[in-house]
Nanobody
């Protein structure tokens, strides 16, 4: 059982940056993987980025490649999402979740969702 709490969202202008944090507590396992997802108004929750808790391997949605970087600090049990060159279409509530599947980017394969943090990018 893992509990996740997202933070770091806010209002930024297009081209700006934010760093989101996903703080984990409770039981964590080396085989787990943490993913960032986002949900814009009226849209389905979609995959953004993920990182393996132990090995640190990462994957990104195409629209995030070159702009977003997911990282982790195992000592702090925290996963980060550095978001640069933000665009209005990045506006969404950002969530983190965890999965035992090592390669999945599917929403349905993740759980232990946090409460989300709002990211708003103005034009």
């Amino acid at each position: 059982q893992v509990q996740l709490v997202e933070s770091g969202g806010g209002l930024v202008q297009a081209g700006g940056s934010l760093r989101l944090s996903c703080a984990a507590s409770g039981r964590t396992f080396s085989s787990s993987r943490v993913g960032w997802f986002r949900q814009a108004p009226g849209k389905e929750r979609e995959f953004v980025a993920a990182i393996s808790w132990s090995g640190g391997s990462t994957t990104y949605v195409d629209s995030a490649k070159g702009r977003f970087t997911v990282s982790r600090d195992n000592a702090k049990n925290t996963v980060y999402l550095q978001m640069n060159s933000l665009k209005p279409e990045d506006t969404a509530v950002y969530y983190c979740g965890t999965t035992w599947f090592l390669t999945s980017t599917r929403v349905a394969d993740f759980g232990s969702w946090g409460q989300g943090t709002q990211v708003t990018v103005s034009s």
